[in-house]
Structure formats: C-alpha cells, structure tokens
C-alpha cells in the first residue's frame, strides 16, 4: 500500500515538471563535447581509446552537425620530463654520473620518435571510425600534467585505462587513474581491460 502511495505521489509531480507554454524554448541538454584520452605505451590505454571509440563515436563524427556542435576528441601522451635523464647514480658508492648533452638530445629524440608512434596508431584507430581528433603531447609527470591540461582545455569527460597495478605498485608507483580520479577537474572515466589485456 505504501508502494502504491509514493507512486502516486511521484507521478504527477513528473508530468507536472514540464508545463506547456506558447513560445518557450525547449530545456537545453548538455552533452559531451570535449573529450580527453590519455595514452601511454599499455595496451591498457589504447583498450580505453577504443572503448571511448565504440560507445561515444556518435558525439564525435567528423559530420557537419558533429562539427557545429563540437564534438572533438583529444588524445594526450605524456613524455617523461628530460631533467630525469641528465643525472643518474652509478653504482653502490653513490656517485652520479651526468649524461652528455648528446646523450641528452638521443634520449630526447627516441622519446619523440616514440610519442609519434603512439599518436600515430591512436590517429589511425579514430579516422577508421571518423571521430574528429586532435593529438598533444605534454612533457612532465603524466599525472599532473593531464589533470593541468583537462583544466586549460575545459574537457568535459577524462578517459584513462586501468593498467590493473596490484596494492604494493600502486603503493609505490601510483596510480595516474587514481590520481586523475581525486585531482581531474571533470568527470573521470576510468576503462579496466578484460584480464588478458592487462600489462
């Protein structure tokens, strides 16, 4: 009986939600218009790229009217800073060993070498559904740098993969996905792969 009562009550109130006046405009509903996947080397993250591919290729066709409403996927790597690679320890004693400024422009080229393989894979998988894409590059710490970008950009939607890193890693390593979950200024979706996937 009580069941029967607040359906009764919740009824009405949501045919009454919407009166009929001459003239008005329809509500206006707000939809994903930017998105953001961010890729790595993982298989992990190129599953999430095609996850966003397969369910949201409606929003982001290179059609006119997916033009004129905006609908842009932006697919972000981010390369490891290269302050990292000019001074490493060698050995048990402690000494550090300072990288050539040779050294230094070869790590630098085989990271963008690199970059532009995986945007270039990423760009290949978008254009056989027709999504309008653009690529970034960022330098710096994966994590930081994509929750910087998602503010500067004003994306709508982060989408992430879920490398699958145990308790002790995560604990170690971090999480981007976690990291982006707490600290990303949108909604966060975070694609786990099935466990064959999995890196």
Request: glycine share 6%.
């Amino acid at each position: 009986m009580a069941e029967d009562q607040a359906t009764a009550v919740m009824e009405p109130s949501a045919v009454e939600k919407q009166p009929e006046t001459a003239g008005a405009e329809a509500p206006t509903v707000t939809i994903t218009k930017r998105m953001m996947v961010a890729i790595d080397e993982s298989d992990s993250s190129f599953y999430a790229l095609q996850w966003v591919i397969d369910h949201f290729s409606n929003l982001l066709m290179t059609t006119e009217a997916a033009e004129a409403e905006g609908g842009l996927l932006t697919v972000v790597h981010v390369q490891s800073p290269s302050h990292h690679f000019a001074a490493f320890p060698a050995g048990p004693g402690g000494a550090t060993v300072y990288a050539s400024s040779s050294m230094i422009e070869s790590v630098k080229k085989a990271q963008q070498e690199a970059s532009a393989a995986l945007l270039s894979r990423a760009l290949q998988m978008c254009r056989a559904k027709q999504i309008r894409t653009e690529t970034l590059v960022l330098e710096g710490e994966a994590k930081d740098m994509i929750c910087q970008a998602v503010e500067q950009m004003h994306v709508d939607l982060l989408v992430v993969g879920s490398r699958g890193l145990g308790k002790i890693k995560r604990a170690f390593i971090g999480s981007v996905s976690d990291y982006c979950a707490h600290h990303a200024n949108c909604p966060i979706l975070i694609v786990k792969p099935p466990k064959e996937i999995t890196t």
